[in-house]
Antibody
Framework: EVQLLESGGGLVQPGGSLRLSCVGSGFTFDTHALNWVRQAPGKGLEWISIISGSGDATSYAESVKGRFTISRDNSKNTLFLQMDILRAEDTAVYFC?????????????WGQGTLVTVSS | DIQMTQSPSTLSASVGDRVTITCRAS??????LAWYQQKPGRAPKLLIHKVSTLQSDVPSRFSGSGSETDFTLTIINMQPDDFATYYCQQYNSYPLTFGGGTRVEI
């Protein structure tokens, strides 16, 4: 069974930094691209970043480009999201989501999410 | 970016009803369209991909149709477990984008 487990969320002041982690199990971790998707309180879903299985290719939404960095450690089956220069509008539940091998852009398994609150 | 517009934003239904949710893309996404179900406090769950292909654990009362820019999710014989919020998503190009969601309530 595929499992994704996020951690690292919490309360941070505007301008601050936070690093999220997502540990994967139940699948061959280094063969799958992984994504971060966020959901502001009471709002819809927003895709923010993807990283290839090897970690050598990344892409970001414009809303986070230059402030967030996605990375992975395949030896530890762990995905990361380094979030810098945080803003109030970054307040959201952050989900990691796995891409299946056969469908670029599809999100077939999701973690339970971790809440990030940006507030003074 | 491709904009995805869902309607309605909220829908009232009863057990046994047939429910239809529409999703429109601002440009063609060909057949790269997925539907997700989300319950309060839970992660989204992939229901349908490539317009009409059901995930293996999804009941056959769910179906999807459409092409290019106009898509539909239909649920026949609504069950209590189906009351949730539904999102469409295009994966024709990055950035991946989602519709605003349709909350299906009793």
């Amino acid at each position: 069974e595929v499992q994704l487990l996020e951690s690292g969320g919490g309360l941070v002041q505007p301008g601050g930094s936070l690093r999220l982690s997502c540990v994967g199990s139940g699948f061959t971790f280094d063969t799958h691209a992984l994504n971060w998707v966020r959901q502001a309180p009471g709002k819809g879903l927003e895709w923010i970043s993807i990283i290839s299985g090897s970690g050598d290719a990344t892409s970001y939404a414009e809303s986070v480009k230059g402030r967030f960095t996605i990375s992975r450690d395949n030896s530890k089956n762990t995905l990361f999201l380094q979030m810098d220069i945080l803003r109030a509008e970054d307040t959201a539940v952050y989900f990691c989501a796995k891409r299946p091998l056969e469908a670029a852009g599809l999100l077939d398994s999701w973690g339970q999410g971790t809440l990030v609150t940006v507030s003074s | 970016d491709i904009q995805m517009t869902q309607s309605p934003s909220t829908l009232s239904a009863s057990v046994g009803d047939r429910v239809t949710i529409t999703c429109r893309a601002s440009e063609s996404v060909r057949t790269w369209l997925a539907w997700y179900q989300q319950k309060p406090g839970r992660a989204p769950k992939l229901l349908i991909h490539k317009v009409s292909t059901l995930q293996s654990d999804v009941p056959s009362r769910f179906s999807g149709s459409g092409s290019e820019t106009d898509f539909t999710l239909t649920i026949i014989n609504m069950q209590p477990d189906d009351f949730a919020t539904y999102y469409c998503q295009q994966y024709n190009s990055y950035p991946l984008t989602f519709g605003g969601g349709t909350r299906v309530e009793i």
